[in-house]
């Protein structure tokens, strides 16, 4: 039931700069994240220019990776005017699929499909708004549809709000560089649920945060994400609150392409002493190595191009 209802609508120092927009609403073609937990809970109630956000608790629970394709007939007969699915696996199986309309840019989320649950806005898209996006965007918009949630059918309506609410330092000790300049994006979207004759039969919530790298370094940049999912439906017996947190690690083959060309390990295999060699336009602010788990096992903020392994097995 967790896995159905979490699918809804499914990164130390402060530092002063300029934001730069969100550039799209997707993610990297096989982007892969370490799903994660946290040992202290995270905090993500401030909001504004400046922020500093340290998850610095993380433990690597699982794998997820996404990829974008295009819609088939069948789906386009489900689901009108979608032109993308973004499709996500977890641990290598398939868990949803997001179908969206993109037009010059303008997002909106057309349906919604996982084992036992889908959700069709129909009636009505969910558009969170055109990008690129700054700082201060805000966007509300009605939706309604029609929802299959096992044995349950029915219509529900609702809205959805968008907003670049924050920005600052996002420190992570799973994935990537550890501290990164980072723009913030924040859906909440709210469903009331009919069934028959029967309105508001129960509500579904769902906060989505979604840390941006600034400025992004690739198509997309998102570091961080946290989507945490209210249902209270009564008439199925479900009152719950669940949190999916995923944080970036790596972009299959595009990471590769600019490792091969920029950036070479000189002693392959590695035994006591890691030396980079790199091209003349590249300077080193940091090294971070992880795990297979996604966890940082050494850290580094220098230009010094090597590192101390022998630590490791």
């Known amino acids: 039931m967790k ?16 934001q730069s927009p969100i550039n799209t609403f997707y993610v990297n073609d096989a982007a892969t994240f370490s799903v994660v937990t946290s040992n202290t809970p995270i905090d993500q109630s401030a909001s504004g220019a400046n922020q500093i956000w340290n998850f610095d608790q993380l ?21 009108p005017n979608t032109n993308s699915v973004v499709v ?34 129909v009636t009505n898209n969910a558009t969170l708004g055109a990008f690129p996006m700054t700082y201060g965007f805000n966007n509300t918009d009605t939706v309604a549809g029609t929802y299959v949630y096992t044995t349950y059918s029915g219509t529900f309506t609702g809205n959805i709000v968008t907003s670049v609410d924050a920005y600052g330092t996002l420190y992570r000790n799973v994935g990537g560089v550890a501290n990164s300049n980072a723009t913030r994006l924040k859906t909440v979207i709210t469903i009331n649920l009919n069934y028959g004759f029967l309105t508001n039969v129960g509500t579904i919530t769902q906060t989505t945060y979604s840390y941006y790298q600034d400025p992004s370094v690739s198509a997309d940049g998102l570091l961080f994400r946290t989507s945490t999912t209210k249902a209270l439906v009564p008439l199925a017996s479900i009152d719950q609150t ?13 990471t590769e392409t600019f490792l091969a060309s920029q950036l070479a390990i000189t002693q392959n295999p590695v035994q006591n002493q890691l030396q980079l060699e790199v091209a003349d336009a590249i300077t080193i602010q940091a090294i971070s190595i992880l795990d297979t788990n996604g966890r940082m096992v050494i850290s580094k903020s220098s230009d010094e191009k090597s590192v101390d392994v022998s630590r490791l097995q």
Do not use: C, H, W
């Open 3 to 18: 896995t159905k209802l979490l699918f809804i609508v499914s990164l130390i120092t402060v530092l002063t700069y300029a």
């Open 59 to 79: 433990v690597g629970v699982g794998i997820s990776t996404y990829a974008k394709t295009n819609p088939t007939a069948s789906q386009l007969t489900t689901f």
């Open 88 to 121: 996500s696996s977890v641990d290598a199986i398939q868990s949803s699929e997001m179908f969206i309309k993109d037009v010059a840019n303008v997002i909106s989320i057309t349906g919604l499909r996982a084992a036992g649950l889908e959700l069709n806005f």
């Open 242 to 254: 669940d949190t999916v947190m995923e944080s970036y690690i790596a972009t299959a083959l595009s």
